[in-house]
Nanobody, 120 residues
Framework: QVQLVESGGGLVQAGGSLSLSCEAS????????MGWFRQAPGKEREFVAA????????SYKDSVKGRFTISRDNAKSTVYLQMSSLRPEDTAVYYC?????????????WGQGTQVTVSA
């Protein structure tokens, strides 16, 4: 089992920056991929970014490429999402997710979510 706790959400103006963190416990953190997803009101949860077990491979939703950066610190059992040039359409609840393997694939474990609100 993996437990995930997100932090760092909040309110920011368009064009601003925000950093999210997600601390994991349970399984050995370096043994699985991690991801970030988001869900806006009235919409389905969508993929934002993912990173493999070592941090050598990342993947991003097209609309966040060049603006968001995912990274991980296996010594701290933490994954990060650095967001810049934020837009109102980035407003959502952001969820941290733990994968079922070292490489990016499916995600089995979920955090409780943290709200990110971008004002125009």
């Amino acid at each position: 089992q993996v437990q995930l706790v997100e932090s760092g959400g909040g309110l920011v103006q368009a064009g601003g920056s925000l950093s999210l963190s997600c601390e994991a416990s349970g399984r050995t953190f370096g043994s699985y991929a991690m991801g970030w997803f988001r869900q806006a009101p009235g919409k389905e949860r969508e993929f934002v970014a993912a990173i493999n077990w070592s941090g050598s491979t990342t993947s991003y939703k097209d609309s966040v490429k060049g603006r968001f950066t995912i990274s991980r610190d296996n010594a701290k059992s933490t994954v990060y999402l650095q967001m810049s040039s934020l837009r109102p359409e980035d407003t959502a609840v952001y969820y941290c997710a733990g994968g079922d393997a070292r490489y990016i694939g499916t995600f089995d474990y979920w955090g409780q979510g943290t709200q990110v609100t971008v004002s125009a």
